[in-house]
């Protein structure tokens, strides 16, 4: 079947502007997690979504980072006001979370964003 | 801080030898999970192992866990000049309340090198 995806694949933005990265999950998935990977800090936890609610926002870096997610599917994590040190590649994941034990997470291909 | 603490940071072998990749971790977790990523964009999963597993395999992949040491291994048997990949252990760990949802945290990683 298909796998999680995200659009767009690659983000180029000048510093100061507002971006909206999708997320697509596999279909099913009631768990979705945003994370970051940049060369300075390896891979960061951002945030996680169960159903539309969001229990732990503890990753976001600041109040310029937001994330939404609609129907149980489909999630947008916005930055505002991006600065240079936003860029790295933001991968989303899904996990069925069966029952009472986390599962496994798929991961997306990631959107590169560099911002000039 | 980074939970996961990966060796070797690189590791360059031949065609047809093991490679064998360690990873330590701090907390309680409820599993811990490896991944591959090439080209450094979408993370492909290997193997989830909970905490009450010692071993599993899959395929040419075999993953241990010693809760009382911390500590997992990654061994890929065989190997071949396509594992050429970066690996990270990704550790679910338990919050507070002794539950978890999927909060990974991810060493830095084994950059493994195969040639053929």
């Known amino acids: 079947g298909a796998g999680v995806s995200q659009s767009p694949s690659n983000k180029v933005t000048e510093k100061g502007k507002d971006v909206e990265l999708r997320c697509d999950p596999i279909?099913?998935?009631?768990?979705l997690y945003w994370y970051r990977q940049s060369l300075g800090q390896g891979l960061e936890f951002l945030i996680y979504f169960q159903g539309n609610s969001a229990p732990d926002k503890s990753g976001l870096p600041s109040d310029r980072f937001s994330a939404e997610r609609t129907g149980g599917s489909v999630s947008t994590l916005t930055i505002q006001r991006t600065q240079q040190e936003d860029s790295a590649v933001y991968l989303c994941a899904s996990s069925p979370n069966r029952g009472l034990l986390t599962d496994t997470q798929y991961f997306g291909p990631g959107t590169r964003l560099t911002v000039l | 801080s980074q939970q996961g603490e990966e060796d070797p940071q690189a590791l360059s072998i031949q065609e047809g030898e093991n490679a064998t990749m360690n990873c330590s971790y701090k907390t309680s977790i409820n599993n811990l999970q490896w991944y591959r990523q090439n080209s450094g964009r979408g993370l492909v999963h290997l193997i989830l192992i909970r905490s009450n597993e010692r071993e599993k395999h899959s395929g040419r992949l075999r993953v241990t866990l010693d809760t009382s040491k911390k500590s997992s291994s990654l061994l890929i048997t065989a190997s071949r000049a396509a594992d050429t990949a970066s690996y990270f252990c990704a550790t679910d760990p338990f919050n507070a309340g002794g539950t978890s949802y999927g909060k990974l945290t991810f060493g830095q990683g084994t950059i493994l090198t195969v040639h053929p």
């Open positions: 279909s099913g998935h009631t768990a």
